[in-house]
């Protein structure tokens, strides 16, 4: 692998973070300007800020930081086998990935940008913790998305019933995957892969069980912050359904968000439409459902992204040896 010299690294060091945060900020933009019912939804969230409910938006705001603190907490833990970092250089971690993953499928290239915040050298073997720290969410969503599904119709049959054992089976099948990560180096020494890219898989046996049961108690708590927040902007929006339907209901959204292929900042119009689908059955408030899509994607993912994109102008990149 070549090295960049001296030079090259200095211009990447001021030029990769701007340009980052240029690019999120104009998909940002057109993004938004693409989405129906925009008018509407943006008249909802402007009565939500200044109504006489308004503490339930700003709790939802206020949220976002412990949403994201909970995440760096997990990948702090995660990344100790390799490397000892501070709670708040693992924040930036993950917000300076978000930037940079946000507007790949499936946010799949946030595991690559959180390496770039791994000291040189290590930084490919970081990316199998950060698929680790990932996978953990997923099976949490996984978990409640099944359950959501048994409550919305508890007395399944034909497709629908093959579909709860379909996920059930998943759900088990990574359940077991998360707790034997050795499983994964083994299926790589089978199928021989070289050894400079089996090195990087090795680390996955150096994480013990209690990190991952502890991760994996941080990924519940987050999503119970998640959950928290998207009800209180459904009462803030006027969609009411009830806390207990509205658990279950999201549950179900996100683990149909965990299933469809879609990139983080094309993704809106899919919550929309499947929130609308899903919380129809208890409001006809269709505006107000969708305000409340928009403004969980918006607080959870735009605003940590543009300020993971602050992050990435400052940060450097390579080491710069005089």
Excluded at 146 to 160: D, Q, R
Excluded at 299 to 304: A, F, K, M, R
Aim: positive net charge; aromatic residues 12%; charged residues 10%.
């Amino acid at each position: 692998m070549l090295v960049p010299n001296k030079s090259i690294k200095i211009f990447l060091n001021r030029l990769i973070g701007p340009v980052v945060f240029i690019i999120l900020s104009y998909s940002i933009y057109r993004q938004l300007l693409q989405q129906p019912n925009l008018h509407g939804s943006v008249q909802h969230i402007k009565e939500a800020i200044y109504g006489s409910q308004a503490w339930k938006c700003w709790l939802a705001v206020a949220l976002v930081f412990f949403n994201w603190l909970i995440e760096a907490g997990k990948w702090k833990l995660l990344l100790h086998p390799l490397e000892t970092i501070s709670l708040k250089h693992a924040l930036k971690s993950v917000l300076g990935g978000l930037a940079i993953g946000i507007n790949t499928p499936n946010r799949i290239g946030e595991y690559s940008g959180r390496a770039l915040y791994v000291s040189e050298g290590k930084r490919m073997r970081s990316v199998s913790l950060a698929v680790v720290c990932s996978f953990s969410q997923l099976l949490v969503t996984l978990f409640f998305g099944s359950l959501g599904l048994l409550f919305i119709k508890p007395e399944a049959t034909g497709w629908y019933g093959t579909a709860q054992a379909g996920i059930c089976a998943i759900t088990l099948f990574c359940g077991c995957l998360y707790f034997r990560l050795e499983w994964i180096v083994s299926a790589a020494r089978k199928i021989r892969l070289p050894g400079k890219w089996l090195q990087h898989f090795m680390i996955l046996q150096t994480v013990s069980v209690t990190i991952l049961l502890r991760v994996l108690s941080l990924s519940v708590l987050r999503y119970l912050v998640f959950l928290c927040q998207y009800i209180l902007l459904l009462e803030v929006m006027h969609v009411h359904t009830g806390w207990w339907n509205a658990f279950w209901l999201i549950s179900v959204l996100y683990l149909i968000l965990a299933f469809v292929p879609t990139m983080a900042l094309l993704e809106l119009g899919i919550r929309g439409k499947a929130g609308i689908l899903l919380f129809q059955a208890f409001s006809v408030n269709t505006v107000g459902i969708y305000a409340a899509s928009m403004g969980i994607w918006f607080v959870n993912l735009v605003l940590p992204a543009l300020a993971g994109g602050l992050v990435a102008i400052t940060h450097k990149i390579f080491n710069i040896k005089q």
